[in-house]
């Protein structure tokens, strides 16, 4: 009896290593833009999406190596990314590099004589980074920018006002309006992110 249950305690021990080497490990790196609206939710959102799929395993750069090997301060150097990130013992390394998170006023439609449209819009924009650090290759660099309108109004052509009152987002219309924005842009990245890993695991 003993010995049966040796056998399928390795069998266990067996499919597990083979699950846990089997599922990459993925280095998340978020470098936020100075804003008042927002923290880094760009980072916690990703980090909550990617957990829901059992088949990555993401870790939080920032709560590897503190002591003993900070995060590369230039982000676009890859031969420090790869070197970090080998030591950090992870497969691929994603770099969310958010250049600029902001509000801004347009006029998006206009009939001569008549009116005018105004916008406000929320705009994310940056560049992302997938380092596959077996291969030391970037296989993703590309920007990003997401939009999503917050208000709009019409006015008489007469009117022509772009700082209308009407097209401003009180303080907590603006935390709630960047968190729609951020969500929007995790999609987005997270959209290019699944399709480099079905390539990935279809070789």
Same mark, same amino acid.
């Given at each position: 009896?003993?010995?049966?249950?040796?056998?399928?305690?390795?069998?266990?021990?067996?499919?597990?290593?083979?699950?846990?080497?089997?599922?990459?490990?993925?280095?998340?790196?978020?470098?936020?833009?100075?804003?008042?609206?927002?923290?880094?939710?760009?980072?916690?959102?990703?980090?909550?999406?990617?957990?829901?799929?059992?088949?990555?395993?993401?870790?939080?750069?920032?709560?590897?190596?503190?002591?003993?090997?900070?995060?590369?301060?230039?982000?676009?150097?890859?031969?420090?990314?790869?070197?970090?990130?080998?030591?950090?013992?992870?497969?691929? $390394?994603?770099?969310?590099?958010?250049?600029?998170?902001?509000?801004?006023?347009?006029?998006?439609?206009?009939?001569? $004589?008549?009116?005018?449209?105004?916008?406000?819009?929320?705009?994310?924009?940056?560049?992302?980074?997938?380092?596959? $650090?077996?291969?030391?290759?970037?296989?993703?660099?590309?920007?990003?920018?997401t939009e999503l309108e917050?208000?709009?109004?019409?006015?008489?052509?007469?009117?022509?006002?772009?700082?209308?009152?009407?097209?401003?987002?009180?303080?907590?219309?603006?935390?709630?309006?960047?968190?729609?924005?951020?969500?929007?842009?995790?999609?987005?990245?997270?959209?290019?992110?699944?399709?480099?890993?079905?390539?990935?695991?279809?070789?």
């Open positions: 009896m003993r010995k049966i249950r040796f056998m399928v305690l390795v069998v266990l021990l067996t499919a597990l290593c083979r699950t846990v080497m089997a599922t990459p490990s993925v280095l998340l790196k978020v470098s936020p833009a100075p804003t008042a609206w927002a923290g880094n939710g760009i980072e916690d959102k990703l980090i909550i999406r990617m957990s829901r799929d059992s088949s990555i395993h993401v870790i939080r750069a920032d709560n590897v190596m503190q002591d003993e090997r900070p995060f590369p301060a230039d982000l676009y150097n890859l031969d420090s990314l790869v070197d970090w990130g080998m030591e950090a013992g992870g497969q691929y $390394l994603l770099v969310v590099d958010v250049h600029s998170e902001r509000l801004e006023r347009r006029k998006s439609f206009h009939i001569p $004589l008549f009116f005018h449209k105004y916008s406000t819009f929320g705009v994310i924009s940056g560049e992302m980074r997938m380092i596959d $650090l077996r291969s030391g290759q970037a296989v993703i660099a590309e920007p990003f920018q917050a208000k709009r109004i019409f006015q008489a052509s007469t009117d022509d006002d772009i700082n209308h009152p009407d097209l401003r987002l009180t303080s907590p219309g603006k935390i709630r309006f960047f968190d729609r924005l951020e969500n929007k842009l995790c999609d987005q990245l997270l959209e290019s992110i699944g399709f480099t890993e079905r390539g990935n695991n279809s070789d």
